[in-house]
Structure formats: C-alpha cells, structure tokens
C-alpha cells in the first residue's frame, strides 16, 4: 500500500472521473428500463463504496435512496457472503439489512482488481413498479406487517455467479411479482447498470492503479469531511428541536404521529447531531422507517440547511451524529413490522423536523416544510388495458409539488417529496393516456394555495382523472390534508392534500388519505396534492413580485392584500400609498 | 460563386466558394446591434481581396448562406413577440408543469421558472381529443370566439395554439387557425401540430409556443438581411441554417422561425463529416468547437450527425426546452477564459466562473486578477507571448506567471510549471466527461472515431483529450478557426417533415401508417418542388420496446409495414440500432411504432465539390524553438513550426508547436504529426 498523498488538482480530477462512472451507470438504467417509475420518473439511483461499504460517490442520486443505506447494505452482503468473487452480484432490498423498502431492488456487485482483491463495491437501487406485495401497490401504508404486506425480500440474496443469472432467483420473481416481463426488463437494466459500472472502474483503475485509487478515496473522505466542517462553523451554536405531524392513517393513531428532532448543532467542533430517539415505538402499519431512511431523512434536513457545495460521502457523513432508537417508528426497525412505505411519508415528517428546526436558529439557515405525499396523483394504478387485454401495473405521475421556499428563493415546485428533491419527472398528459387507459381531464396549479412568505412554498396540484374503457383500481398514501407544510421565520403553511371520486351522477364523495380505490370508467378521481411552506414574513416579499403572481392569476387580489399587504390598482400597478399602510406595523 | 456567413458573438466568419470550387476564409468583427452589418464588412474584406467592388463581387454570388443566432438570443434577452397560447381546457398550466426534473439536489437557491408564455396569456378552449384520436367533445366554436375576443384585448402580437392529440387529428387545431386567420388577418400564428408533430404535448406547447414568438422579429429581420444584401449588389437566393444542419430559403425560416433557433452551432459537425471522410474515411466523428467562453461538442455516428430532441435553451431544467429537434451541440463552461482557484480545503476548481472577454484572462491586461486557462498555457509555453493572433496581441506573461504562483501554486503546493499544467489538466477533465456522456447517448465507440478540433483554442489541448478518449487520431481542419462558416458552404437544402402514428408489431393498423407515409412523401416532394433543386426522401421511424418511454430513430429504406417481412425487417432494423445504443436487445418484447419523420435533402450545387481551402505554401523550415512545460517530461526545448510552412505527407515527432495566425497546436512528446494535402494538422501517438 502506498501512502502517497494526492494534490488537490490530481483529487479534482479523480473525482470527477469517478463521478463519470456513475452517470453512465444512471444513464444505462434510464434510458433502457422498462417501467415508468424508472425511465419516466427516474426513481432510480447508483453509487460506488468502497470495499468497506464507505460511500465514495452518487451523483445527481435521489436523496432518499442513498446518503445512508447504501453503506449498510454492502455490510450486510458481505457479513452473509464473507467469500465474495469477482463475478457475484447480489440481490436487496431488505429494510431490516439496510434497504430503504422493499420496492427498492437493489444490485450489489463486488469489484475486484486482476489479482482477486475486492477493491469496491457498486450499488444501483431501482424502485420497482411492483415487488409482489398483497395488494398492487409499492407504497402498501395499511400493511399490518411483513406477511400482510407481502413484499419478496431478499436480505443479500446472491443472483449472479460468475457474471451470469441465478435463474433459481429470476424464475421465483417471475411468479411472484406483477407484469413479470416488465420485472425482468427493469432487473436487466439494473444489472446493465452495474457492469457498465464494473467495466469503467476497471478501466480507470487500469489508468490509475489500485492502490491509488482506494488512496484517494481515503484522502476525499478527509476533505469532505474538512468541507463540512467548515460548513457547519457557519452556523450559530445551539440546541433545537423540530417536530412534523404525519395525519391519521390506518394502523397509527386517531390523532396522528408527531415526529420530533432534537438537534445539536456545534460549530467549534464542527458537528451536527440529530436524536430521533424520542418517537413513538414502531407500529402495525407500512409507515415505519428503515434504518436507511431514518438515518437519511435525518441528514438530508441537514443537507438541505448548510452549503450545497459540500460533498455527500461517507467523509462528510462523520460530522453528523443521527441517533436511533430500536424498535421505534424513526428508528431502526424490528422484524415483522412493515417498512412498505420507509421512503416518503414518516421519512419526510423527519427531514421537515431537521430543516424547519434550523431555521429556528437564525435567518438565512434551514427551510420551510415540503409538502407530504403521496396523493393519488402520483398513485399505483393497475389493472387490465381493454386495448390489448392485458394486465398492467405502474406509479403515474401526473402531478405533484411540495417545494419550500429557502432563505433565498422560491420553492422549485415540483420537488414532488423532500427525500427525491425535484428529481423525479412527471409525466405527459398524451403518454399518460397511451400506457394506461386512463383519460387526464384536468391539470392546473391552484390558485392561493402558495405558503406565502418572504419567499413563497409552492402551490398545490389538482389533478382529475379516470378510466377509459373498463375500471382501474389505484393506491395511495396522501398526508397532508390535516397538517399542511408549515411556514418557517413568520411564512404561512403551503395548501394541504385532498381526494374525492366523482361518480357518474356527478355526485362526489371524500377518500380516505391511505386507500386502494376501485374506480370504473366514466368515473373520476380528484387529487390535491400538498404545496410547501413559506419562509419569512409575506409582508417582506417585493410587492413587484405580488403582483407579478397576481396578474398570472396565481393569488387574488383579496389574498395580496389581507397576506401580503400589497394592494393595487384597477389595472395592476402597484398602489404603494396602500401598500405603505397595509404593511404599517399595528401598535 | 456562394457565400456563407456565421455570426458568432465576437466574429462574423466569411467563406467564399469561387466557380472553381476553392474556398478563402475572411473575417470582420461582429456589430452586436446589427449582425447585417458584420456581414457586409466581412463580404467587403472578400471584395477587397480580390480586388473587386462590393457590388461587383456580390453581382457573382449565385446564393448567400446565413447562420444566425438572432432567433437564440432575442429569447434569452427577453426581445420576443408578445404572445398568446390557447390550450385544451383543464390544461392552462401545460407550460408550467413542464416535465418535472432538476438538477442539483440540495442547491436550494434557484426558483421555479417563470412559463414561456405567461399564465395570464394562457386561454382555454373547450374540446378534447382522446388518446385514439376520436373527438370526445367537439370545439365549441362560440367560446372559441370569446377567447379571440379576451385575445385581442390583450394585445398581443402573435398567438400559438397546443391541444391535446392534435397530432393525431388535427382539426380542432386548424379550425382555430381559420378563426385567428378571419379575426385578425395580419397576426402570425402556428399550430403545434404543424410545428413539431411529437407525442410529447409539453414539447409540442413549448416549440409553437416559441415559434409564435419569433415570427414578427425573425419576419423582419429575414426581410432587412434581404433587401440589404439585394442594394448591395446581390440577386442570387439567401438560404438559412437550420438547427438540423441544412438550410432552407429564407422564407422558409420566416414562416417557421423555430427551425432555425439552434442555426450557428449545428453547422461544427457538418464540416466535421466531411473532414473525418476525407482524412481517413472515419464515419465516427467527435467535433469539438472552442470559443472563449465554451466548448462544444457533437457527434458524427454512422456518417450522420446525431440529433437530439431535448434542446434547452439556457442551463437544462432551469431554461426552456425548446422541444424541437435539432442536432445535439453539448456545451461547456470550460473556455480560455475559465477561471481557477483553490478552496479553503485544497482542492483545485476550474470555471464554472469566466473571465470572459472582459476583464479577461490575466495575460490580456485588461483588468483580469484572477488566472485563468490561458494564462496556464502561457505559462507552460504553449502561448507565445510575442505572437498571439499572428502578433496582433501582446500578453504579459509575468502577470500570468504571478497570478498562478499566488493564487494556485502556492495554495496547493506545487511549482508554478505544475501548478499551470494542472489547470490545463483539469479542464481537459471536463471536456472529456462532457464528451463521454455523449459519446454514451449517441452509442459510439470513442477508441474509433476521430476527433476534430475546431476554433481557435482547440490545438491547446485536444492532443490530451484525444489520448484520454482513446481516439487514434486528433483532426485539426485547415478551415478551424472559421469551422462553422466552412459547415454552411458544405450543407444541403434539408427539411424534416413528421407525423405522430402509433402502431405496435403484434398489432399493426397498416391503413393508418400508409396514410402517415402518404402525407410525409406529399409533403416532401412539395418542398423538393420548391427548393427547385434535385433532391431525395428518407424516411425514419420513431420507435421503442413496448414499456420503453423514451424512442430511438430508426431510418428505413421505404416505410412499408405492410406485410409480414416488411414488419420483420422493420423489427431487424430497431434491434440493430437498439444494440448499437445500448449494447442490448430483447427478442421477446414487441415493438411500439410512435411516428415517422421524412428527411429530405436537396443538393445545393451542381456538382461535387472538396471544398480545397487556398492556402500559400511557405518554405519549409521551422521558425525557431521556446521551452514548453510537458508533464511527466518537464522543460522541453520544442520547435515552433507555421502551418503553412509544413511540407504535406510529410511525418514529424513530438514535441512541437504548429502555429498559424489563428492558432497554435501543441503536440506533446508522446506525439506524433503531419499536415495532409488539403492543409488540415493530423496527430497521433508515436509508435513505441
């Protein structure tokens, strides 16, 4: 082993070679996967460690799948397979062994240099349209456990020996999981994806060696984490706590979950710590965490509130302290509770508790609440396409926002949840129409539903649509309705989530926020989805920039001035005499 | 004799085609305020050297070649039309949904964008189409009436028009246009299905939408560049690039301005085709173009150059998606003018940040403190202080040599000479991984196509990215420093013509597909009628594994599907191009037919022409020698050759120098080199 030191021009390069390893493995997944959750929605993400399981890289990943997980995931493998060879790839998507949920299949593959040494291990997670759950749903919140759930695990299953399938596995998921062709189209990706990613590090590390190689991982680790550190002296000292309420939904109580974070934040140290001990005990029903997106949520609140600029690695990681308890609902989950929907709902009430709470501690720090998911909008739906008689099963998105406004900025809308952060696409109208016989009828941002503050959250969706030509039955898991996204610093609460079906009298009728809905043609589903926050007082937004979002129609006149406190005048200019008066503190 | 001009932001290249077929390259600075004046100054230097009046030279022209970015930047400067978008009802808010995506997850510090068209703008018109294209409920024509109204009050001065599955039946579309055409005879519109048939609505919103917004500008300013060249002097026909690497007549461009948005740098690979063929039969090609500020990069594939349909307009995600097709040009923020600096943890960065023209580099003396990359490569000798643009410059090489020992050696810890060569290095990183990710989308194989280096700043450094690529051989035009101009002179009269049809191979409806066809080859061989210029039809299926979203072209000899092995060749075909994409293929899935394009392309001169730049031979001697920085090797004493002093076919070792009055090409020890006959710079790795 060498000990040579890299300077920080060999480090800048070297980074953005590895970096380059791991586009194109994202690039394999996206442009040859078959479901839409992958090729439209791009819910999919890759990395590499290092042999150890230490995150070195995931660029451009969604947040949610790979700050922590990862690393975990690749102990796992190698603590049950302690002879890896090269060759092997492996199979997980446990959440009691470092998995996210379920419907988050991952490939695992070992990389081992010209002499048999295990020198890094590459990872690509792919959310699946369907992993053989009891209902057809990925997102199964009503589950009352692992077997009701139904979900195939596999804790570090071997599928690869020898660069070729275990067809014993392949064979077990083809009779298991919905649409199997399409199953297997997206596994081929994710395996593509994983050897593009094996072949380009052996051909760097043929440039490069080895040696060098696990060297500058070593030596990157060391600046991030110097990078984070620095990024935390920035912030005030102090303690703060955080707390984000999930609505009622089957299996967790009447009232709901509150979720708290208590955070240390010490910048002479350099050091942030989040304790999410004190939540509720883990429950019957799909929404308890993972140890994955516990540990994440927590540090993506973190990520979201200090320079974006600092690398996600397992260097910078140090400087975050996320504590979990056992057995508990943010924590590290306990056999046979449910993890089916580990990644968004309970995940983001833990993100939204970590940034609204820095932004306690000074302006300019942390941001307002994102809004919760998932609304039907963005639902699984499934059944028989009467075009060409077959079976299909797959997550739309038609709509959804959520963004919160920053210290700096107005939200970006469609962050569609705080753990994927915007990257997910949404998809066409027309394409929506031609993969599933669904019909759009109406997609609109809604007015006044903004979190107004000194800059604004994002507006809710409203999404409706229906069948065409024969019933379809969709899933999902809307928060949101009862708490809405907060507002940070003196912001207002973004709008909340709602669901109606629309018969074909006409008649409407409320749905419940968690549900698998059976609805036939002709009819309708109505969808709110959440918006975000605001952060500061409206009343310190430009009043240029009210009437802008007036004149688009995007508030009303009533609202810029009862919220804003900017009045105008019958043809949109700026009345500042009003105005002057109307943001005049009252005595 | 023909013309053909690219405006660019500092220069307006001139090439000039005589009766002959040679070509002279000429150049004059560029009026930002009025780009018809940088191209007439540059037709007078022409004149000038050839010892004509304007008026004389011009009376020779038979056509006048244009590349424009006048489109590009009236959008980016905000100067379009104000415009109206009328929609299918319930679907108002189609240009601010977009389709979802962003960049950089944790950077909070960028808003949502603003929609092309303004919500406020945005009308609704009751009617919808369904996804088999059968009418739900048909245009009500009275409300239709009342958006005109609502219309007209709000003052606009064009309106475009995107509904649901018009592309599959377009009659709600054309009937709206026959309302706008009645109400407001004078108002330029467009229709999306018109504009760009696609399957994608957003796309198909955002190109009419952009399109409409153009008209009254480009209408005028196609009209001025006319009636000028005409009291010139000139009579002959004035064609216009298009994003797809043709050109069209000017009207043509008027009346869909949309396909001429990306017209100046589409032209690079055009010239980069001809130059891969004629320097070693390559049909795999990666063209670089260098300015000051970017580097752009596209790709010939199978002797084609690769298109792409995701074209932003500004930074991806945070711009606008034109939507529109058009040959893919990657750029990136690494020029001469990129800026280095070290963090406060160590770490080397190069740009995204420029010096820019101004202040510029710190060797230009024009204010710059920072260092930039041309300052490294003075450093390192690659520069000659004494002779930069053929000596019309002097830079101060102690300014560069202090910026780089204060600002970057020093923090690293490193001597200057590395310090420079690391700033080289870094930016050739991003130059390659930009590359790679293309080379990835369009499925080439680096290790055997040539690379092209094209403006002034690409002989610096592409012998570094070659080697990292993996190309066998590096290509530096004769025509380099003016490549795009030398593309216009070598493009065709094309046009694409496209038609959403969709069909499945378990299933094909083979009377909706014929009739697609029918409608392209009318189309085509109307606009062959109207270029009055012998010309041909291709046709290309849009195509993908059923589940698959996202397409891949397929060209097809004729597009019959109407037996059993026409569907199987079909079926050959997209596998074929499916596994030189993305190494696989999936005998088991069926097959989704999304649409068809017909390509059409007209010759645009009677004969066959190479294009032979005329070049003075010089003796050949090298001009003298300077120490040039080579990592790995240090200091080396390096001879310094003129271009035009190289004896053709004849082969020299690295190091070197090869300058000329526009470039300078560095050629490491590792090296070797030879000019061809026709004047272009060739290098490769010495054999061992």
Not at chain 2, 122 to 141: C, K, N, P, Q, Y
Not at chain 2, 267 to 292: L, Q
Not at chain 2, 387 to 410: C, N, S, T, V, Y
Request: hydrophobic share 40%; charged share 20%.
């Amino acid at each position: 082993m060498t000990s040579a030191s890299f300077n920080g021009a060999q480090m800048a390069v070297l980074r953005s070679r590895l970096d380059g390893v791991v586009r194109a493995m994202s690039n394999t997944l996206l442009r040859t996967g078959r479901s839409g959750v992958l090729n439209r929605a791009r819910d999919f993400s890759c990395c590499i460690l290092t042999h150890g399981g230490d995150l070195v890289t995931a660029a451009d990943s969604l947040p949610i799948h790979v700050l922590s997980g990862p690393d975990l995931m690749v102990k796992s493998v190698m603590e049950f397979h302690p002879d890896q060879r090269p060759g092997d790839a492996f199979l997980h998507n446990s959440p009691y062994h470092g998995c996210s949920h379920p419907a988050d299949l991952s490939v695992i593959a070992p990389v081992f240099d010209d002499r048999g040494r295990h020198r890094f291990t590459l990872l690509a997670k792919a959310h699946q349209a369907d992993i053989g759950n009891s209902q057809p749903t990925t997102y199964m919140g009503e589950a009352t456990d692992v077997y009701n759930e139904g979900a195939l695990i596999f804790p570090a299953v071997q599928v690869q020996r020898g660069w070729k399938d275990i067809d014993d596995i392949i064979r077990m998921c083809k009779v298991r999981i919905r649409v199997p062709q399409q199953w297997h189209g997206d596994y081929l990706s994710t395996v593509g994806a994983v050897r593009v990613g094996e072949r380009n590090l052996t051909a760097l590390a043929e440039d490069i060696g080895w040696d060098r190689l696990e060297d500058f991982a070593a030596q990157w680790f060391d600046y991030s984490e110097a990078r984070m550190a620095e990024a935390i002296a920035a912030l005030p000292a102090g303690q703060v706590s955080g707390s984000s309420t999930h609505d009622p939904f089957p299996g967790l109580p009447a009232d709901g979950v509150r979720i708290t974070s208590h955070i240390t934040v010490d910048p002479d140290q350099g050091r942030v710590t989040v304790d999410l001990a004190d939540n509720p005990d883990c429950m019957p029903c799909g929404m308890n965490l993972s140890e994955a997106c516990a540990r994440t949520a927590a540090m993506i609140g973190v990520f979201n509130s200090i320079d974006y600029q600092v690398p996600k690695n397992a260097g910078s990681f140090r400087r975050i302290d996320v504590r979990l308890r056992e057995g508990c609902i943010a924590g590290i989950p306990v056999h046979p509770f449910s993890c089916s929907a580990a990644t968004t709902n309970i995940a983001d009430r833990v993100a939204n508790s970590v940034q609204t709470a820095l932004a306690g501690l000074q302006d300019g720090i942390g941001m307002a609440e994102v809004g919760a998911v998932i609304a039907p909008s963005a639902g699984v739906v499934s059944g028989i396409d009467p075009r060409s008689g077959k079976a299909f099963v797959n997550q739309v998105f038609l709509g959804m926002s959520g963004g919160a406004a920053s210290p700096g900025a107005d939200a970006w809308w469609t962050v569609g949840h705080v753990g994927n952060a915007g990257l997910c696409c949404i998809d066409g109208v027309e394409h929506a129409e031609i993969v599933q016989p669904i019909i759009v009828h109406r997609r609109a941002f809604v007015p006044d539903s903004e979190g107004a503050g000194r800059t604004n959250g994002a507006p809710s969706t409203v999404i409706e649509f229906g069948p065409v030509g024969g019933a379809i039955d969709i899933g999902y898991l809307s928060d949101g309705h009862i708490n809405a996204p907060v507002g940070v610093r003196g912001g207002s609460a973004g709008g909340g989530a709602d669901q109606h079906i629309i018969h074909l009298d006409g008649s409407s009728e409320r749905l419940a926020a968690c549900a698998q809905v059976h609805v036939e043609d002709g009819e309708r589903i109505l969808a709110v989805s959440c918006g975000g926050g605001g952060y500061g007082s409206p009343f310190e937004r430009p009043p240029e920039t009210v009437l802008r979002d007036m004149a688009e129609g995007l508030i009303s006149a009533e609202r810029a001035r009862t919220i804003y406190g900017v009045a105008a005048r019958p043809d949109g200019s700026l009345d500042s005499e009003t105005t002057r008066q109307l943001r005049e503190p009252t005595a | 004799m023909r013309f053909a001009t690219d405006t660019g932001g500092t220069f307006t290249d001139l090439v000039v085609e005589d009766d002959d077929g040679t070509i002279t390259l000429h150049k004059a600075p560029t009026t930002p305020s009025d780009p018809v004046a940088g191209v007439l100054d540059a037709l007078r230097v022409a004149a000038d050297a050839r010892g004509l009046t304007l008026a004389a030279m011009l009376a020779l022209g038979d056509s006048f070649i244009h590349g424009t970015t006048h489109a590009i930047n009236a959008i980016i400067q905000g100067r379009t039309a104000r415009t109206a978008l009328i929609v299918t009802t319930g679907h108002r808010d189609m240009l601010l949904f977009r389709e979802g995506g962003r960049t950089e997850p944790f950077n909070h510090a960028h808003a949502y964008p603003q929609p092309y068209i303004p919500r406020a703008l945005t009308f609704e018109v009751s009617e919808r189409i369904m996804a088999g294209g059968h009418i739900v409920t048909a245009l009500d024509e009275t409300a239709t009436a009342q958006v005109l109204d609502a219309i007209a009050r709000a003052d606009v001065e064009a309106i475009a028009v995107a509904l649901l599955w018009s592309t599959l039946n377009p009659v709600h579309e054309n009937r709206i246009g026959e309302m706008i055409a009645a109400r407001f005879p004078d108002m330029p519109y467009s229709l999306s299905h018109c504009v760009n048939p696609t399957l994608r609505e957003f796309r198909r919103a955002s190109s009419a939408a952009i399109d409409a917004s153009l008209k009254p500008l480009m209408g005028t300013y196609l009209g001025s560049l006319e009636a000028r060249l005409a009291d010139a002097g000139f009579a002959g026909r004035v064609m216009v690039l298009t994003s797809a690497g043709g050109m069209v007549d000017a009207c043509e461009v008027a009346a869909q301005p949309i396909s001429a948005i990306n017209s100046g740098p589409s032209m690079a690979p055009v010239a980069g085709r001809h130059y891969a063929w004629r320097e070693g039969g390559f049909d795999s090609a990666i063209v670089a173009d260098t300015g000051g500020t970017t580097y752009d990069i596209s790709i010939i594939a199978d002797g084609r150059v690769a298109m792409t349909r995701d074209l932003w307009i500004g930074e991806p995600y945070r711009g606008h998606l034109a939507g529109y097709p058009s040959v893919e040009v990657k750029s990136v923020g690494a020029g001469g003018g990129s800026i280095a600096r070290v963090d406060a943890s160590g770490l080397l960065h190069v740009g995204p940040q420029s010096a820019g023209a101004m202040p510029g580099p710190v060797c230009y003396q024009r204010g710059g403190t920072l260092p930039t990359v041309t300052d490294a490569c003075v450093v390192l000798g690659y520069l000659d202080p004494d002779f930069f643009l053929g000596g019309k410059m002097q830079l101060d090489a102690p300014g560069a040599r202090r910026a780089i020992e204060a600002h970057i050696a020093a923090p690293l810890g490193v001597s200057l000479e590395e310090a420079a060569w690391s700033i080289v290095d870094l930016a050739t990183e991003a130059m390659v991984q930009a590359i790679q990710d293309l080379v990835v989308n369009q499925g080439i194989d680096p290790t055997r196509a040539v690379l092209i280096g094209g403006g002034g700043a690409a002989g610096l450094n592409s012998t570094f990215i070659a080697r990292r690529l993996g190309c066998p051989r590096l290509l530096i035009p004769e025509t380099g420093a003016a490549m795009s101009a030398a593309g216009a002179m070598m493009s065709d009269i094309t046009a694409e013509f496209a038609a959403t049809v969709y069909g499945n191979t378990a299933r094909f409806d083979g009377d909706a597909v014929s009739a697609a066809v029918g409608g392209l080859a009318a189309r085509a061989d109307d606009f062959i009628a109207r270029s009055g210029r012998p010309g041909g039809t291709q046709f290309i299926a849009e195509a993908r594994y059923e589940g698959q979203a996202w397409e891949i072209d397929v060209p097809l000899p004729e597009a019959y599907f109407s037996s059993p092995a026409a569907i199987a060749d079909f079926r050959a075909r997209f596998e074929a191009e499916h596994l030189r994409l993305f190494t696989i293929v999936d005998p088991a899935s069926e097959i989704e037919l999304i649409g068809l394009r017909a390509r059409v392309q007209c010759s645009a001169r009677d004969s066959e022409s190479d294009f032979k730049l005329t070049m003075e031979q010089t003796e050949a001697s090298p001009k003298g020698s300077r120490s040039v920085y080579f990592a790995g090797a240090g200091r080396v004493e390096t001879p310094v050759w003129r271009l035009d002093a190289l004896t053709p076919d004849r082969m020299f070792d690295g190091p070197a120098l090869i300058e000329s009055d526009f470039t300078t090409i560095v050629v490491d020890p590792a090296a070797r080199f030879w000019r061809s006959a026709p004047g272009a710079i060739l290098i490769e790795e010495r054999r061992s």
